[in-house]
T-cell receptor
């Protein structure tokens, strides 16, 4: 079965650079969630989209923005990167007819 | 969002049943109980969810108390591959949209 695809899987950026993470949901899933997981921490909810509109917002820094496109894929844009942004970033998707979401394998971002 | 309380860690002998408890005393009537697990730094894996009735699938069973204030995830025959952090999450449309907020989880170690 198709799963949530995230790219890239690994990314190394320097401080103050910009990064773009991509998420391709399971086919026909219309809701996307983004999470950040720092070293030794639990996943923290950042933001979600339903039918290309922002549906909920968590602890997402102002330097980050995200959007969902017409094909339902989503991108998380991160600017002015800081060392503390080094983390795993997970995307999850859900179909409106389901109550459970499914997660991708994540993007490991390292800021140096 | 309803909050959950889980023991920080548990051990279980291989081949025995692992019973992971979760308290969610402030759960609302339309909120589901979800269980996810995270093996090392992989993406969280959906296990099971339920509303009122007990549920069983190929991975686990979920027992929800009648007052819905607590639940137990049961892995009937734990294997070494079940070693992971297990998260109990409460979410539903009473929270606005479905949003999966991770707490601290239970670190389950299956012992050979």
């Amino acid at each position: 079965a198709a799963g949530v695809i995230q790219s890239p899987r690994h990314l190394i950026k320097e401080k103050r650079e910009t990064a773009t993470l991509k998420c391709y949901p399971i086919p026909r899933h219309d809701t996307v969630y983004w999470y950040q997981q720092g070293p030794g921490q639990d996943p923290q909810f950042l933001i979600s989209f339903y039918e290309k509109m922002q549906s909920d917002k968590g602890s997402i820094p102002d330097r980050f923005s995200a959007q969902q496109f017409s094909d339902y894929h989503s991108e998380l844009n991160m600017s002015s990167l800081e060392l503390g942004d080094s983390a795993l970033y997970f995307c999850a998707s859900r179909d409106r007819s389901l109550t459970e979401a499914f997660f991708g394998q994540g993007t490991r971002l390292t800021v140096v | 969002d309803a909050k959950t309380t889980q023991p920080p860690s548990m051990d279980c002998a291989e081949g025995r049943a692992a019973n992971l408890p979760c308290n969610h005393s402030t759960i609302s009537g339309n909120e589901y109980v979800y269980w996810y697990r995270q093996i090392h730094s992989q993406g969280p894996q959906y296990i099971i969810h339920g509303l009122k009735n007990n549920e069983t699938n190929e991975m686990a069973s979920l027992i929800i108390t009648e007052d819905r204030k607590s639940s137990t995830l049961i892995l009937p025959h734990a294997t070494l591959r079940d070693t992971a952090v297990y998260y109990c999450i409460v979410s539903g449309t009473t929270s606005g949209t479905y949003k999966y907020i991770f707490g601290t989880g239970t670190r389950l170690k299956v012992l050979a």
